[in-house]
C-alpha cells in the first residue's frame, strides 16, 4: 500500500477544459481569466479578485500595492513557509519575525503587538495548514496605526472566520493554486481584495506597470495568469466545496482514531472552519519514537510523510538574525509531522494510518 502525503486531484473535466482553450488558440491572459476571477471572488465574497502566475507572486503583487517599498517593516510569522517572507525583500522592505502561538500554529497578536515599530508598514496573517488565524486580534493591532493588513490564504481556499470566507477577511488576501494545494490551476495565484484603489494598483503590477497597452506609469512585472490555467481553475473551483468535505472528514477521522496514542492532533479555534490543507501532529517529549524515526517507520508502511516546516523562516541563513527569538515556532519546527489527509484518502488508508500509528505507539 503507498498512500502519499499529498496528491492532486484532477480528472477529465479538467482534461476537456484545457483542451477547449487549446482549441481555441487563446492561451494567454484572456476571457477565461476574467470568468475565473468573477466566479473566484464571489467565491470568497470579495469585491474584486485578479489572477496571477503563483502565490508568491500574488504577495508580491499584493505589498506593492499597499505601497510597501524599502524603508518599511512588514511583520510576519516565522513558522510559515519562505515565500510569505522573501515577498516582503523582494519589495526592498524588511519582514519582522512573530512567534505562532502553540496551539494553532498562527501568528500570535501579543508577538506583533511587541514587534511593531514607526516603519511597520504591514502584517501578514498566514492561515497555516487551512485554518484562519486571529483575524479580529490582528486586525484591531492594524487599524490602531493605520496598518495593511493581508491574508496569507495560500492554503486556506474555502476556510472560514466568524462566518466570512478567506479572501474577504483583510485589506488584500493572497491565494496559491500550486498543485497540492485545496484547489490548483497547475501553478498559479489570486489576489483578493474589496478595495478599488488597491485592485487596479494590483492588475498595474502584474502586467509590466501598463496603465493601457504600452503606457507603463510603474516598473511592473509579468505575473499575469493565463486561459489554461484559469480553465483548470474554473473546473476545480466547482470541485472545491467536495474537495473541502472530504478534508474535513478525513482530519475528523484521525482526531477520534489518533486520540490516546500519544500525538498531538490539530487543535482548532472557535468560531473558524479549518479546512485542512495539512493535518499536522506534533510529537511531544517523551513519545516512544523520535521524529525520523516516527516518519522512517511510516515509510516503511507505505504512509507518506512530510515536515512543514522543519526550519523556521527567521532562522534561515538569509534571514538569520539574533534579533529574532521565536522559541514556539523553534518548536514546532522541531516537532510537527504532517499525515496525508488529502481528498484521495480513503476510508481503508485511514484506517491503515491509524493503525499503523497505534502499532508504533505499542511497540
Known amino acids: 500500500m503507498k498512500i502519499p502525503v499529498a496528491r492532486p486531484l484532477v480528472g477529465e473535466e479538467e482534461v476537456e477544459a484545457v483542451a477547449g482553450v487549446l482549441r481555441s488558440g487563446m492561451l494567454a491572459q484572456g476571457s477565461v481569466v476574467t470568468e475565473f476571477e468573477s466566479r473566484f471572488a464571489e467565491y470568497c465574497g470579495a469585491r474584486h479578485a485578479i489572477g ?19 524603508g518599511d517593516s512588514v511583520i510576519v510569522p516565522a513558522f510559515t513557509f519562505f ?42 496573517g498566514v492561515h497555516l495548514f487551512g485554518q484562519p488565524f486571529d483575524v479580529a486580534a490582528v486586525r484591531a493591532l492594524c487599524d490602531d ?18 462566518g466570512k470566507r478567506a479572501g474577504s477577511l483583510a485589506d488584500l488576501a493572497c491565494f496559491s493554486f500550486y498543485p497540492t494545494k485545496n484547489m490548483t490551476t497547475g501553478e498559479g495565484g489570486m489576489v483578493t481584495t474589496d478595495d478599488d484603489a488597491l485592485a487596479e494598483r494590483v492588475r498595474l503590477f502584474i502586467n509590466h506597470g501598463q496603465s493601457k497597452k504600452y503606457l507603463h506609469s510603474a516598473v ?39 486520540a490516546g496514542t500519544g500525538l498531538v492532533t490539530p487543535y482548532v479555534a472557535p468560531g473558524v472552519r479549518h479546512v485542512y490543507h495539512q493535518y499536522v501532529v506534533k510529537i511531544p517529549a517523551g513519545y516512544p519514537l523520535a521524529r525520523d524515526a516516527f516518519m522512517n517507520a511510516l515509510a516503511e508502511r507505505g504512509i507518506g510523510t512530510a515536515v512543514h516546516y522543519p526550519i523556521p523562516v527567521n532562522r ?48
Do not use: K, W
Open 52 to 70: 496571477v502566475n503563483s502565490g508568491t507572486a500574488a504577495l508580491h503583487a499584493a505589498l506593492l500595492a499597499a505601497g510597501v517599498g524599502p
Open 145 to 162: 496605526r493605520d496598518l495593511v493588513l493581508i491574508e496569507d490564504a495560500a492554503q486556506a481556499h474555502g476556510a472560514e472566520y466568524r
Open 220 to 258: 511592473g512585472y509579468n505575473y499575469r495568469m493565463t486561459n489554461i490555467a484559469a480553465a483548470i481553475g474554473l473546473v476545480q473551483l466547482d470541485r472545491l466545496r467536495g474537495f473541502n468535505e472530504r478534508r474535513i472528514r478525513n482530519a475528523r477521522y484521525l482526531d477520534r482514531h489518533l
Open 316 to 363: 534561515q541563513p538569509v534571514y538569520q538574525s539574533e534579533d529574532a527569538s521565536c522559541p514556539v515556532s523553534d518548536d514546532l519546527a522541531a516537532s510537527v509531522v504532517s499525515l496525508p489527509v488529502h481528498p484521495s484518502v480513503t476510508d481503508e488508508d485511514l484506517a491503515y494510518i491509524c493503525d499503523a500509528v497505534r502499532e508504533l505507539q505499542e511497540a
Open 83 to 124: 515565500a510569505t517572507a522573501s515577498s516582503v525583500s523582494m519589495c526592498g522592505a524588511t519582514p519582522l519575525f512573530a512567534d505562532v502561538d502553540p496551539r494553532t500554529f498562527n501568528i500570535d497578536p501579543e508577538s506583533v503587538r511587541d514587534l511593531l515599530r514607526p516603519d511597520t508598514r504591514a502584517v501578514i
